[in-house]
């Protein structure tokens, strides 16, 4: 694009994102002084490039999601967000414990932007207080694995042999007994020391275990401020999308993966629902950063809200409040 069509092209955004309603040439004529003729060529051009389309109704043009990408991307200037009163923000975090502080920054975000603020919770090692075999079939076994919290996961276990109930309540046993209050990674290492003294299809057995203890996830996405989006009329008018977007928060399967992306990130990142294969949504962005303890990259923290958002503002409201969350994590 040449400059006359990006200056448009990032008017155009700015005055949707603004008031919602599709923009006709008439209105970017009398911001440029050019003719409607001329502006109707331009947008015709961006049309075909595919950075914003009509709709049924309406004569004006809309961004699309190729289009904010590009507004977002090379367009957007960010100006340095101006805080009226970061002392409130900073205190917000004061005396809280990890937990606390994770809490606070998600309902921070949350109102600030008012739209959903998300927190993925650093990954936590998986502790076990008590674990449990049950066969099911001849090469398949259930795995059940009760925290100290008390909260139970089952997984399944595919073997290679056709376990007897004593020798599974044999291997159970051997694993509470010396292994109980330990994580997974811990009991690895300690296994390997001892199952050369353990029978070799037991040994197998427990290795299997200890790996699919391994991989059970320990962190969450914690939500805060959904009904937020109750209010925003880009998402709460079409009740599909409403029921879909809190669908994604009830299921956070998307949004795990999502946030795993960020947390191996660097900076603020931006996806743009319909253009983002992370993100199953049309109409609606996630903006993250990652945030740390000590240096080291633990999390991420978000906003999930239409596509037709301020990224100016909310862009540097998501990436003080991770900076803010860093330093209260980080406190000796």
């Not at 923009?23 to 003719?35: D, I, N, P, R």
């Not at 999601?65 to 975090?93: I, N, T």
């Not at 066969?135 to 919290?149: A, G």
Request: charged fraction near 20%; aromatic fraction near 6%.
């Amino acid at each position: 694009m040449d400059d006359r069509s990006r200056y448009l092209l990032t008017a155009l955004i700015e005055h949707y994102i603004e008031d919602g309603q599709p923009v006709g040439s008439k209105a970017l004529a009398q911001q440029f002084k050019l003719s409607p003729a001329t502006i109707r060529n331009v947008m015709a051009e961006l049309e075909a490039l595919g950075f914003i389309q009509s709709p049924h109704t309406s004569a004006g043009r809309i961004p699309t999601p190729k289009g904010y990408r590009m507004f977002v991307d090379h367009l957007l200037s960010v100006q340095s967000f101006q805080v009226e009163q970061p002392e409130d923000w900073q205190r917000a975090f004061v005396d809280n414990s990890p937990k606390q502080a994770i809490n606070t920054a998600a309902s921070l975000v949350s109102n600030l932007t008012s739209f959903a603020g998300m927190v993925l919770t650093p990954q936590r090692a998986q502790i076990f207080r008590h674990i449990e075999f049950i066969r099911l079939s001849d090469k398949r076994i259930l795995l059940i694995v009760v925290t100290p919290d008390g909260d139970v996961q089952n997984r399944i276990l595919s073997v290679n042999k056709d376990y007897k109930e004593t020798e599974l309540t044999q291997a159970a046993n051997f694993f509470n007994q010396h292994f109980s209050g330990k994580s997974f990674n811990e009991v690895r290492v300690e296994l390997a020391q001892q199952l050369q003294t353990l029978k070799e299809d037991i040994s197998r057995l427990m290795q299997a275990a200890v790996d699919c203890g391994h991989d059970m996830r320990q962190d969450e996405v914690l939500i805060s401020g959904e009904r937020h989006l109750l209010d925003v009329v880009d998402i709460a008018s079409d009740m599909n999308r409403l029921r879909q977007t809190f669908s994604l928060f009830e299921q956070k399967t998307e949004l795990l993966q999502l946030f795993d992306v960020s947390s191996n990130s660097q900076g603020v990142q931006i996806y743009i629902g319909g253009e983002s294969q992370l993100l199953p949504l049309d109409d609606v962005s996630v903006i993250t950063a990652p945030y740390e303890v000590n240096g080291k990259i633990v999390g991420c923290l978000g906003v999930i809200g239409p596509s037709r958002m301020s990224y100016d503002r909310v862009i540097p409201i998501v990436d003080i409040t991770a900076r803010l969350l860093s330093s209260a994590l980080s406190q000796d």
